[in-house]
């Protein structure tokens, strides 16, 4: 026997969590490109009476980013601290990267694999010169599982 009984309305709310830590705004779950877009909608004051919104430049500079990545590399987190300072970052067991969107269209990287403690840094990189090779150069060893040998 059939019953011809409507099913309820799916509705649909993105997963979006704000945790807070040492004034770093940090979406927790939801697209990277969803979580960069969310800052342009910001006000004055979001994090408290002195904190300031990112610059749209650096919103668009984040996303340029993140859709020029190869996609073999893991998705970033976003954040963005007090000051309006725009940022992507990964976190795991083997590695912390993080990438700061600064004026001018640069960005400076820190980067530290847990297992040795090595850590690198770059400075005032040009965005405009960023390409695929550049990509794993720097950020290749987010593919590289630290604390193992390679077989020769």
Do not use: C
Not at 12 to 18: G, K, T, V
Not at 32 to 50: H, I, N
Not at 51 to 79: N, R, T, Y
Not at 86 to 112: H, M, R, V
Request: hydrophobic share 40%; proline share 7%.
């Amino acid at each position: 026997m059939y019953f011809d009984t409507a099913a309820p309305e799916a509705t649909y709310e993105p997963p979006l969590s704000a945790i807070e830590t040492s004034n770093t705004y940090v979406v927790a779950t939801g697209d990277v490109l969803s979580q960069l877009s969310s800052f342009a909608k910001l006000e004055p004051g979001w994090d408290g009476a002195d904190s300031v919104v990112p610059a749209s430049q650096d919103i668009e500079a984040a996303l340029d980013f993140v859709l020029s990545m190869p996609p073999v590399l893991p998705l970033p987190k976003a954040m963005l601290s007090a000051s309006g300072e725009l940022g992507l970052y990964w976190d795991d067991n083997d590695i912390y990267i993080d990438i700061a969107f600064e004026p001018e269209g640069k960005i400076s990287i820190y980067s530290k694999i847990r297992s040795t403690g090595k850590e690198k840094f770059y400075d005032s990189i040009d965005t405009t010169s960023i390409n695929s090779n550049w990509y794993f150069d720097t950020l290749g060893d987010l593919l590289i599982p630290h604390g193992y040998a390679l077989a020769a």
